[in-house]
């Protein structure tokens, strides 16, 4: 079946490194969303990229869509304590559906 | 705008014992979703709703867990009779065009 992969699960940073974590998809994705669960809290939508090759920044984030539309980057710059958390991308599930098909996310701990 | 909102918070049950998790989506939004999340599963699709109808409830686990979406600003996921594997957090989000809003979630023991 349809899969989005996250890689890597993990990943410790000392703060103000950056970094760069990757999601595939085993099919081509309409648009790809990214999302950030704080712990102990929800999902909370942070963007979506709908054209192959994509780029979009919010502050020290930085996420692409690939040109294939089969992948995703976020790119965190300067890390910082309030970056902790899950990040998790999410593609539409095949069928035109309104259904996500959720990577099992990247959990970030950041060393102050 | 209050956001997606759920209830209860937290729920320790009984194994044997009826549980009702309640969820109030956004107004205008017109899918609503549950999903399970687990350490081990991640995030799990169980059930999804769009203009109060269900759409695809191939992830609901088992005859044990149901959903009912009487109107466009209520949803309930029940299980009957809760076993222990059903602990987790529970969300409910919801969404119209673009991004899910979810809402805090339920985080249900079973003992």
């Known amino acids: 079946g349809q899969q989005v992969m996250q890689i890597p699960q993990y990943q410790h940073v000392q703060e103000g490194e950056d970094f760069t974590t990757y999601c595939n998809s085993s099919?081509?994705?309409?648009?790809i969303q990214w999302y950030k669960q704080r712990p102990g809290g929800h999902p909370v939508f942070l963007i979506q990229l709908v054209k192959s090759g994509e780029v979009k920044k919010q502050k020290r984030l930085t996420f692409q869509f690939g040109e294939a539309k089969k992948n995703s980057s976020l790119h965190i710059t300067a890390t910082q304590t309030t970056d902790v958390g899950t990040y998790f991308c999410?593609?539409?599930?095949?069928?035109?559906?309104?259904?996500?098909?959720f990577g099992k996310g990247m959990k970030l701990t950041v060393n102050p | 705008d209050a956001g997606v909102i759920q209830s209860p918070r937290h729920e320790v049950t009984e194994m044997g014992q009826e549980v009702t998790l309640r969820c109030k989506p956004i107004?205008?939004?017109?899918?609503l979703f549950w999903y399970r999340q687990t350490m081990m599963r991640g995030l799990e699709l169980l059930i999804y709703?769009?203009?109060?109808?269900?759409?695809?409830d191939s992830g609901m686990p088992e005859d044990r867990f149901s959903a009912k979406m009487p109107n466009a600003s209520f949803s309930t996921l029940k299980i009957q009779p809760s076993e222990p594997r059903d602990s987790a957090v529970y969300f409910c989000?919801?969404?119209?065009?673009?991004?899910?809003?979810f809402g805090s979630g339920t985080r249900l023991t079973v003992v």
């Open positions: 709703f769009n203009n109060n109808v269900p759409i695809d």
């Open positions: 107004s205008g939004h017109n899918s």
């Open positions: 999410a593609g539409p599930a095949q069928g035109g559906s309104e259904k996500l098909v």
């Open positions: 989000a919801s969404s119209t065009q673009g991004g899910y809003t």
């Open positions: 099919t081509t994705l309409s648009n």
